[in-house]
């Protein structure tokens, strides 16, 4: 049980252009999604976190306007980074939790490489 | 906000080795977790223990929440068992993730 996945696993875009991630729960309800980056031998780092049907509440420092989070079901976040530029290149992770718990689960994560 | 510090930054041990990897928090937390991530990134849930004590086969782990540590124990190291390890909290009341700076475990044949 618990299982959480993401799409794509890997995904290279040019500069300038918008690249969506999708993480679902599988086999639970999730109320509750956050969104991590991940920079080589570093740890991760709290971007956003999402409830369904709510805006997302972003960290200090992320820019809401580039990486727009959509919580629309309770199975489903979605991470759109818009105008993508090289910084933006990072391994990025998702994980969920249900309602009232505290255990998080995560996603595989995605790896974005922006040319 | 809460500090998260993990040691040893780094352990390098021969297969068969036990190791205990330490993690402080500087505040009350109202959840812990261990993980594994694979080479590949995947995280993997090890333990969520935000006190007491388990064990699941190899590996246990104990929380001494009135002390704000957290000890992860791994005996008869495999070289599957290489990887970085880290230790994650939540703060009473909240449920987002801090994460510690991670161990990067070694396991040599």
């Known amino acids: 049980g618990a299982v959480v996945s993401q799409h794509p696993s890997w995904v290279i875009c040019k500069s300038g252009t918008s690249v969506k991630i999708e993480c679902r729960s599988l086999?639970?309800?999730?109320?509750?999604m956050f969104w991590y980056r991940q920079f080589p031998k570093q740890s991760l780092m709290l971007m956003a976190t999402?409830?369904?049907?709510?805006?997302?509440?972003?960290e200090q420092g992320v820019e809401k306007d580039k990486f727009l989070i959509n919580h629309a079901s309770l199975t489903l976040s979605t991470l759109t980074v818009t105008s993508a530029h090289p910084e933006d290149s990072s391994f990025y992770i998702c994980?969920?939790?249900?309602?009232?718990?505290?255990?998080?689960?995560f996603g595989p994560g995605t790896r974005l490489t922006v040319t | 906000g809460i500090q998260v510090e993990q040691s040893p930054p780094d352990l390098i041990l021969q297969e068969g080795a036990n190791s205990t990897l330490r993690c402080n928090f500087s505040?009350?937390?109202?959840?812990l977790q261990w993980f594994h991530q694979n080479p590949w990134g995947q995280l993997i849930n090890l333990f969520y223990?935000?006190?007491g004590t388990k064990q699941n086969g190899r590996l246990s782990a104990t929380t001494v929440a009135t002390e704000r540590y957290s000890l992860l124990y791994i005996s008869s190291s495999q070289t599957t068992d290489s990887g970085v390890y880290f230790c994650?909290?939540?703060?009473?009341?909240?449920?987002?993730?801090?994460f510690g700076q991670g161990t990067r475990l070694t396991i040599n044949p």
């Open positions: 994650a909290v939540s703060i009473q009341g909240a449920q987002k993730l801090v």
């Open positions: 223990i935000p006190s």
């Open positions: 999402s409830n369904e049907g709510s805006k997302a509440t972003y």
């Open positions: 505040d009350s937390v109202n959840n």
């Open positions: 086999d639970f309800q999730a109320t509750t």
């Open positions: 994980s969920a939790t249900d309602r009232n718990a505290y255990e998080q689960y």
